[in-house]
């Protein structure tokens, strides 16, 4: 009997981490969203280009504000390339997001994700986290962290591992990234509303 139990145990842990791992990687949805300097942005919009990366804002987010110049690195190194990089920003008013934005230099759109439905449908728990979208498929490709630089209350001068560059050189050679390779990101816990 003991037997059996461990055996259901185990196949019910087996089942959740499965679905865990198939629920990291989501698609986004179609959506029309205004940024923080008043122009309105749609997935539609986004089809010109080949992929696109979203980078989670957050007003006040110590860790979100320090990542800002490495992200703003990957996007000049892939400048050459057809990839769209833009912020979102998922719980703070407009009027906040542009002092934000005017105060760090932030030269990225902040699209405003008015109701949470990119949040939402992608699992956002964290800023600082980035997302790497085909926007003819909708499908995410890439999901976490900027590079290793950064975590809670650790900072290191360097960068030794490049989770978005590594994932954008894969992704531009036709390849696939191995999520299992990817850490959680570390950034402000973001507040999802119930609906």
């Not at 280009?49 to 190194?77: H, K, M, S, T, W």
């Not at 719980?91 to 002092?99: A, E, F, G, L």
């Not at 498929?137 to 900027?146: D, K, N, S, Y």
């Amino acid at each position: 009997m003991k037997l059996l139990v461990n055996l259901l145990l185990s196949s019910t842990l087996l089942f959740s981490v499965g679905v865990q791992a198939d629920d990291w990687l989501r698609s986004v949805p179609e959506f029309e969203l205004t940024d923080h300097l008043g122009n309105t942005h749609s997935l539609e919009d986004y089809r010109q280009y080949d992929y696109v990366a979203f980078y989670v804002q957050g007003v006040g987010c110590p860790i979100a504000r320090i990542a800002l110049p490495n992200y703003r690195e990957v996007r000049d190194e892939f400048s050459d390339e057809n990839i769209a990089f833009v912020n979102a920003n998922i719980q703070d008013d407009v009027n906040r997001i542009s002092r934000e934005a005017d105060e760090f230099g932030i030269d990225f759109p902040i699209i405003k994700d008015e109701g949470q439905h990119l949040a939402k449908a992608l699992g956002v728990e964290r800023t600082a986290e980035v997302f790497v979208v085909d926007p003819k498929t909708r499908e995410v490709l890439f999901r976490g962290p900027i590079n290793d630089q950064l975590g809670y209350e650790t900072q290191r001068n360097e960068a030794d591992e490049w989770y978005l560059k590594d994932a954008l050189n894969t992704i531009l050679a036709g390849g696939e990234v191995n999520m299992d390779d990817i850490p959680d990101s570390k950034g402000c816990l973001v507040a999802i509303f119930d609906t």
